[in-house]
Structure formats: C-alpha cells, structure tokens
C-alpha cells in the first residue's frame, strides 16, 4: 500500500513535468537583472543616450560644421542654450552648433567604448584561457609577460602606437583596446585553472579533442558570465581612456570630435562660455554612471555568490 | 628576511631593464624623428644634427649607447629643449609632482582609511550608504571632468582660490590640485577599507575579542585595522607611484609645471629621450613601489613567508 502511494506520487510528478518549465541559467540572470531598478534605469538612460548619438542629428537644422556668421560676434550673449534659435546646446567658440557636435562626439566615444572593450575581451580572454589551460611553464612565462606589460606606464604604450599608427580614430581604439586585455587575461586565467579540473573538461581529453577546440568549444562558453560582467565594466573604462588621451590633445582631431575634445575645449574657453563645458561633461558622466550600474546589475545577476 | 628583500629587489632589475628595452623599441619604431617636423635644413647640417644624437648609427648600437648612459644616471640631452638635459628637465618638474603628490597621499590615507572605517563599523545605516555615495562618485568622476569643474566651481565663480599657477608651492595653489588629485584614490581607498573592515570584523578572532569583553575602540584599532590593512596596501603602492609622478591632467589644467606636462609635450614632439626618460623613472618608481609592497605584507600578516 505504501509503495502504491509512492508510485503514485511519482506518477504524478511525472505527469505535471510538462507544466513546470525549467529555469536555465541565463533565465534566471534575467530575472535577478530585472530586479535591480538602478540597472533597469540605467539600461534606459544609455538606450536614450544612443538613440541620440545615432539619430540626433535629425533633430535639428544646423550641422556640425557650418559656422553660425550672424552670431559668431557675439556668442557669449547670443550663442548660450536657446530653443528658439535652433541652438539646443548654444554655439561652440567658432560658431559651430553644440548640439550638432555633442552627437557627432557621442557616436564616436560610445563607438571606441564598445569596441576598444569588444577587442581588450576577445584578447584578453583568449589569452587568459590559453595560459590557464595549458599550464606549467607556458602559463608562467605568459603570465610574467602580463606582469612586465602592468609595469608598464599605460598612456605611453597608446601614445606610441598612435605616433605609430597616426591620429586615426579606427587605429586608436585598437590601440587601446589592445593594451587594455592585462586585466581580462588575469581574471580568464584564474577561471581556467579552476574549471580545468571539472570533470567534462577530462572527459573530453580522454575521448581526444584538440586542446584548441576544448578551449573553444568548453572554457571560454562557462567564462561567459565572468567575461559579460568584465566587458561592461571596460566600456566606460575605455571611453573615459579615449575621452582622456583626447583631452590631452592626443587624441581624436578635428574635424572628428568625442566627449574628451569637446570637454577640452569647454575647460578652455569656460569662461565665457561654460555651456560648452557642461553639456559634454553632463553626457559623458550619464554615460560612465550607466554602464557601471549595469555592470554591478550584470555582476549581481551571473555571479549571485560573489556577492 | 634580509635575504627576501634582497632576492625581491634582484628581481626588478630584469624587469626594469625588459621596460627600458622595449619603450626604446617602440619609441624608435615610431616614425617620424624629433626633427623631422621642422623646416627644412641642408642635407649635411641634418647629417651632423643625427650624428650629435647618434641618431645615424644603427638601433642596437644607439640602445648600447643609451643603455650605458643610463647605468650612470645619465638619461641624455633633450631633443626638442636643446639647452636642456633630460635630467635638468626631470629635476626641475619631478620636485613639484612629488610634493603635491606626497600631502594628496596623505590625505588619500587618512581620509579614505577613515571613511571607509567609519563605513564599516556603521555597515547599512546611514553612514554607510553616505560614504559609498560619495566613493562610488568618486570613482566615476574621471579627473578630467573634476579638475575643470573645480576650476570652474572654486576659481572662475565663486573666486575663493587661485585657477592654476605654483607661486613656490604656496597653500592656496596647492588647494585644488590635491583635490582633482586625491578624489578618486579616496574614493577607491574607501571602498577598499570598507569592504575588507567588514569582512575582518566578522571574523572569529575579533568575535572572540568581542566575547571576551574587549572595549570597541581597543578592538578596533589593535585587532581589527591591521589585517584588513592588507588589500589596501596593494592598492596604495601603485597608486603612491601614480600620484607622485603627477596626473597629467592636473599638470595640465592647474599648470603646475609638474612632471605630467614634460610627458605630454615629449609625445607631441617625438622627443625620444624625455619621454622615454619620464617613462624610465616612472617604470622604476612602479617596480620599487611594487617590491616595496610585498615586504610590507610580511610584516602586516606574519602568516605570510617567502
């Protein structure tokens, strides 16, 4: 009797399978991201933020490059911030329309944040999973190597590569991305050596998979979670690297633009028109508090045990 | 112990010298040399120009050259300031970043030891989230943004300090350098603090402290600060090189003169021998710095052996 009633049971959790569906890990990364309000706000702020760096320009008449003559004698009283005149932004010290080019200098920041921090990911965790997986002497003299790079004065490594490659915007953000990886490499390595033990990882050598293809195919897919997290944490890095090289001057050069020139130029001249400092400065620090909120939301959301 | 800190300051050596070698590498494989960018001169003063620099001779010959200078303290003359050497360069700006950095240090210390103590102890009440307020801005506010806001806020409107200048290191110029200087260490230290003072605090020996009834303070100070000590160490002995080698946004928005401003007019110059002197000093500082931390943790956590 008692067994029958076990059977049923059994039965019916067999039979009530269908209706309950199982969570995957990703699912339930979802879920815990979409409880995080700061994050969720965040991920609307920078979905905002591009919109307008992609479309902005339509919102108004003037373009990035003509010079407004009519106001240019006088832009500290009739340059400022104005709807009528079609000046969101006010004018910049030659004349040109701010608003025309705080989109064209937001499209080109955002644009080497994410891919300056798409190419220091994609070295940085090859990489770290090459070292980690292979071990032994390799791993060390690789890791030696990332040890001899973080001794290296950062800045000047990009301002060399930019003296080699020149003021090339596409070049530049290669360049910072791939001095940018140290970091992601040494995090990817720790990851490896622990997962290397696990036991789907043995199987798959003893049934003789090339080394290359576990790293492929099994490390670097269960790094994932640790990688996302890393790379949204480096998009702001990269775009305060960029905003910051130009601000030196080094950078981005006219007629191009980003947040760091325009900032540059705003510090220059915020005497008598501060406007041209704020409003840059007002994008770049939406944009660097949104991606670290989201990070902390896709950190909490994929590694709830880190906590 | 000798013999670890002896072994440990060995070994920046071929460290250093993989520095020295491969910014000379990069700086050469740049094209375009120091004297490209100027007017045209005829063929053979151009030929002695490179000769005086040794700029004809081939690379290896050029890095023995340099290299031997280097052993004796000898970082060469400057391209681009020709009555200058590199060292007289160095010499008269590194004083100014090193001073303005040794008092933001201190400030680093103290104002982002306490903050983050003070975090800790009052863990998820208001304190706290004041504090992590404040770091977590901090941290995201890069320099660049911060030294002209200051400039703008404390200089230009309200008039209070001066906007820039060094006046012989006068107090009130020093103001808002160690300000655009120190926020974001202060912010980081805090964090720091906080986070490894709460996980020290949970801790059973100084839950036994606790039980055996040891006043909050003596806990505090004796059992509890000296182990969470140990991360922010690791984090302050970069950070002590960055500081004192001068932010060059500081250098550059406040015009102290200090280091910063050499390292950005020798990339713009292609002035080989300043920046790479700058980048020297700098790697050393870096390398010293980082040895300079793993004594230290052998004496802040004796568990510690080499």
Same mark, same amino acid.
């Given at each position: 009797?008692?067994?029958?009633?076990?059977?049923?049971?059994?039965?019916? #959790?067999?039979?009530?399978?269908?209706?309950?569906?199982?969570?995957?890990?990703?699912?339930?990364?979802?879920?815990?991201?979409?409880?995080?309000?700061?994050? @969720?706000?965040?991920?609307?702020?920078?979905? @905002?933020?591009?919109?307008?760096?992609?479309?902005?320009?339509?919102?108004?008449?003037?373009?990035?490059?003509?010079?407004?003559?009519?106001?240019?004698?006088?832009?500290?009283?009739?340059?400022?911030?104005?709807?009528?005149?079609?000046?969101?932004?006010?004018?910049?010290?030659?004349?040109?329309?701010?608003?025309?080019?705080?989109?064209?200098?937001?499209?080109?920041?955002?644009?080497?944040?994410?891919?300056?921090?798409?190419?220091?990911?994609?070295?940085?965790?090859?990489?770290?999973?090459?070292?980690?997986?292979?071990?032994?002497?390799?791993?060390?003299?690789?890791?030696?190597?990332?040890?001899?790079?973080?001794?290296?004065?950062? #800045?000047?490594?990009?301002?060399?590569?930019?003296?080699?490659?020149?003021?090339?915007?596409?070049?530049?953000?290669?360049?910072?991305?791939?001095?940018?990886?140290?970091?992601?490499?040494?995090?990817?390595?720790?990851?490896?050596?622990?997962?290397?033990?696990?036991?789907?990882?043995?199987?798959?050598?003893?049934?003789?998979?090339?080394?290359?293809?576990?790293?492929?195919?099994?490390?670097?897919?269960? @790094?994932?979670?640790?990688?996302?997290?890393?790379?949204?944490?480096?998009?702001?890095?990269?775009?305060?690297?960029?905003?910051?090289?130009?601000?030196?001057?080094?950078?981005?050069?006219?007629?191009?633009?980003?947040?760091?020139?325009?900032?540059?130029?705003?510090?220059?001249?915020?005497?008598?028109?501060?406007?041209?400092?704020?409003?840059?400065?007002?994008?770049?620090?939406?944009?660097?508090?949104?991606?670290?909120?989201?990070?902390?939301?896709?950190?909490?959301?994929?590694?709830?045990?880190?906590? | 112990?000798?013999?670890?800190?002896?072994?440990?300051?060995?070994?920046?050596?071929?460290?250093?010298?993989?520095?020295?070698?491969?910014?000379?590498? &990069?700086?050469?494989? +740049?094209?375009?040399?120091?004297?490209?960018?100027?007017?045209?001169?005829?063929?053979?003063?151009?030929?002695?120009?490179?000769?005086?620099?040794?700029?004809?001779?081939?690379?290896?010959?050029?890095?023995?050259?340099?290299?031997?200078?280097?052993?004796?303290?000898?970082? /060469?003359?400057?391209?681009?300031?020709?009555?200058?050497? %590199?060292?007289?360069?160095?010499?008269?700006?590194?004083?100014?970043?090193?001073?303005?950095?040794?008092?933001?240090?201190?400030?680093?210390?103290?104002? /982002?030891?306490?903050?983050?103590?003070?975090?800790?102890?009052?863990?998820?009440?208001?304190?706290?989230?004041?504090?992590?307020?404040?770091?977590?801005?901090?941290?995201?506010?890069?320099?660049?943004?911060?030294?002209?806001?200051?400039?703008?806020?404390?200089?230009?409107?309200?008039?209070?300090?001066?906007?820039?200048?060094?006046?012989? /290191?006068?107090?009130?110029?020093?103001?808002?350098?160690? %300000?655009?200087?120190?926020? !974001?260490?202060?912010?980081?230290?805090?964090?720091?603090?906080?986070?490894?003072?709460?996980? *020290?605090?949970?801790? *059973?020996?100084?839950?036994?402290?606790?039980?055996?009834?040891?006043?909050? *303070?003596?806990?505090?100070?004796?059992?509890?600060?000296?182990? +969470?000590?140990?991360? =922010?160490?690791?984090?302050?002995?970069? +950070?002590?090189?960055?500081?004192?080698?001068?932010?060059?946004?500081?250098?550059? =928005?406040? !015009?102290?003169?200090?280091?910063?401003?050499?390292?950005?007019?020798?990339?713009?110059?292609?002035?080989?021998?300043?920046?790479?002197? %700058?980048?020297? &000093? =700098?790697?050393?500082?870096?390398?010293?710095?980082?040895?300079? %931390?793993?004594?230290?943790?052998?004496?802040?956590?004796?568990?510690?052996?080499?």
């Amino acid at each position: 009797m008692l067994l029958m009633g076990k059977d049923k049971g059994v039965a019916a #959790m067999a039979a009530n399978m269908g209706k309950y569906k199982g969570r995957s890990l990703w699912a339930d990364a979802a879920r815990r991201f979409a409880r995080n309000k700061a994050a @969720l706000i965040s991920l609307g702020v920078l979905a @905002l933020l591009l919109g307008f760096s992609l479309l902005g320009h339509y919102a108004s008449d003037w373009s990035n490059e003509t010079i407004d003559w009519g106001r240019l004698s006088n832009i500290y009283e009739q340059g400022q911030p104005n709807l009528e005149s079609g000046h969101y932004f006010g004018l910049d010290h030659v004349g040109r329309d701010l608003y025309q080019r705080a989109v064209q200098g937001s499209r080109i920041s955002l644009m080497i944040g994410v891919l300056g921090a798409f190419v220091a990911v994609v070295i940085g965790a090859l990489y770290g999973a090459v070292s980690g997986f292979v071990g032994g002497k390799v791993d060390s003299l690789m890791m030696r190597l990332v040890d001899v790079l973080s001794a290296f004065p950062f #800045m000047f490594l990009v301002i060399v590569l930019m003296a080699i490659f020149g003021r090339n915007v596409l070049l530049m953000f290669v360049a910072i991305g791939a001095v940018s990886w140290l970091n992601m490499a040494r995090i990817v390595r720790g990851q490896t050596l622990s997962l290397k033990r696990k036991e789907f990882i043995e199987a798959a050598f003893t049934v003789g998979v090339h080394p290359m293809v576990i790293i492929l195919r099994h490390v670097i897919p269960n @790094l994932l979670g640790v990688v996302i997290v890393y790379a949204a944490l480096l998009v702001p890095e990269m775009i305060m690297f960029e905003s910051f090289i130009s601000f030196l001057g080094l950078g981005v050069s006219e007629p191009q633009t980003s947040w760091g020139a325009l900032i540059s130029e705003g510090a220059d001249n915020m005497r008598s028109t501060p406007w041209m400092l704020a409003f840059p400065m007002t994008l770049l620090i939406a944009t660097l508090f949104c991606f670290n909120f989201i990070g902390d939301g896709l950190r909490d959301a994929l590694d709830p045990k880190g906590n | 112990m000798l013999s670890f800190i002896i072994r440990r300051l060995l070994v920046a050596i071929p460290t250093l010298l993989i520095l020295v070698t491969i910014s000379f590498t &990069l700086m050469h494989a +740049a094209p375009g040399g120091p004297f490209t960018n100027e007017r045209k001169v005829p063929e053979a003063v151009m030929k002695n120009i490179e000769a005086k620099y040794h700029l004809d001779q081939p690379l290896w010959k050029q890095y023995l050259y340099y290299l031997g200078d280097l052993v004796q303290g000898d970082l /060469g003359p400057s391209f681009k300031y020709k009555d200058h050497t %590199v060292n007289e360069l160095i010499s008269s700006s590194f004083p100014r970043s090193a001073y303005i950095g040794v008092l933001s240090f201190v400030i680093v210390v103290l104002l /982002g030891v306490g903050i983050g103590v003070v975090a800790a102890l009052n863990h998820n009440r208001w304190p706290d989230y004041a504090g992590m307020t404040f770091a977590m801005s901090g941290v995201m506010l890069p320099n660049f943004v911060l030294a002209p806001l200051c400039v703008m806020i404390f200089a230009v409107y309200l008039k209070w300090l001066p906007a820039g200048g060094w006046e012989g /290191g006068r107090i009130e110029y020093l103001i808002l350098p160690i %300000v655009a200087m120190a926020t !974001s260490y202060v912010a980081q230290v805090a964090r720091i603090t906080r986070g490894s003072m709460i996980e *020290t605090l949970n801790s *059973t020996f100084i839950q036994r402290a606790r039980a055996k009834g040891l006043p909050r *303070t003596h806990i505090i100070l004796r059992h509890a600060l000296k182990p +969470a000590m140990i991360p =922010v160490i690791s984090y302050l002995g970069p +950070a002590f090189v960055g500081i004192v080698t001068g932010s060059v946004v500081v250098d550059k =928005v406040f !015009s102290t003169g200090g280091i910063g401003q050499h390292f950005v007019n020798g990339a713009i110059n292609r002035d080989y021998s300043l920046i790479l002197g %700058v980048t020297i &000093l =700098v790697g050393a500082l870096t390398i010293f710095f980082n040895a300079l %931390v793993d004594i230290l943790y052998t004496v802040l956590d004796p568990r510690i052996r080499y």
